[in-house]
């Protein structure tokens, strides 16, 4: 192994923060990369759901009919 300790592998001769940095950094963003399009398509879903139930609602008021919310 290259390190002779898991202080070592840590500390990286004083590169160590850096480096883990580094790493927390783009983990991070890929991350994101993956939940942010899933919450942007939930919610868009959400707000179509919910605006297809307004129409179906308006058109229902429209002819007379009784409104179940």
Same mark, same amino acid.
């Given at each position: 192994? /290259? @390190?002779?300790? @898991? $202080?070592?592998? &840590?500390?990286?001769? =004083?590169? =160590?923060? /850096?480096?883990?940095?580094? /790493? +927390?950094?783009? &983990?991070?963003?890929?991350?994101?990369?993956?939940?942010?399009? %899933?919450?942007?398509?939930?919610?868009?879903?959400? $707000? &179509?759901?919910?605006? +297809? %139930?307004? $129409? #179906?609602?308006?058109?229902?008021?429209?002819? =007379?009919? #009784?409104?179940?919310?």
């Amino acid at each position: 192994m /290259y @390190f002779d300790s @898991f $202080q070592a592998a &840590l500390s990286m001769d =004083g590169h =160590g923060t /850096y480096v883990w940095v580094a /790493y +927390a950094i783009t &983990l991070a963003v890929l991350a994101w990369i993956v939940i942010a399009p %899933r919450r942007r398509a939930r919610n868009t879903l959400t $707000q &179509l759901a919910d605006e +297809a %139930r307004r $129409q #179906e609602g308006a058109a229902a008021k429209a002819k =007379g009919e #009784e409104v179940n919310t």
